[in-house]
């Protein structure tokens, strides 16, 4: 079986905050047993797959200097089938 480092380090990663959030002892036990198993299993691969995932930089933000509302002026419709006026209904 071959389950990627990341895959189980973020279950170990959802144990840890359920076990954090466990009300009554017998819960945060039951979920650092979990936490445990998957460490063992990490640990048995060997040859699990440790490549280190380059995270996407964020795209840079484009800073809109408010400057004051963008006004486009209106742009005459250029109509060469006929129509007589800027309105949808001319036809």
């Known amino acids: 079986m071959n389950i990627h480092i990341h895959t189980l380090l973020r279950k170990m990663d959802e144990?840890?905050?359920?076990?954090?959030?466990?009300s009554t002892?017998?819960?945060?036990?039951e979920?650092?047993?979990t936490?445990?198993?998957l460490c063992e299993v990490?640990?048995?691969?060997?040859?699990t797959n440790f490549t280190t995932v380059n995270p996407i930089?964020?795209?840079?933000?484009?800073?809109v200097e408010n400057g004051?509302?963008?006004t486009v002026p209106p742009k005459k419709l250029d109509v060469d089938d006929g129509a007589n006026g800027d309105s949808?209904?001319?036809f």
């Open 15 to 22: 144990e840890l905050n359920r076990a954090k959030s466990g």
């Open 25 to 29: 002892e017998a819960e945060v036990r």
């Open 31 to 33: 979920k650092i047993y």
């Open 35 to 37: 936490i445990k198993a």
């Open 42 to 47: 990490i640990l048995a691969e060997g040859g």
């Open 57 to 63: 930089p964020a795209t840079p933000s484009i800073r």
């Open 68 to 70: 004051g509302p963008v």
């Open 88 to 90: 949808i209904f001319d």
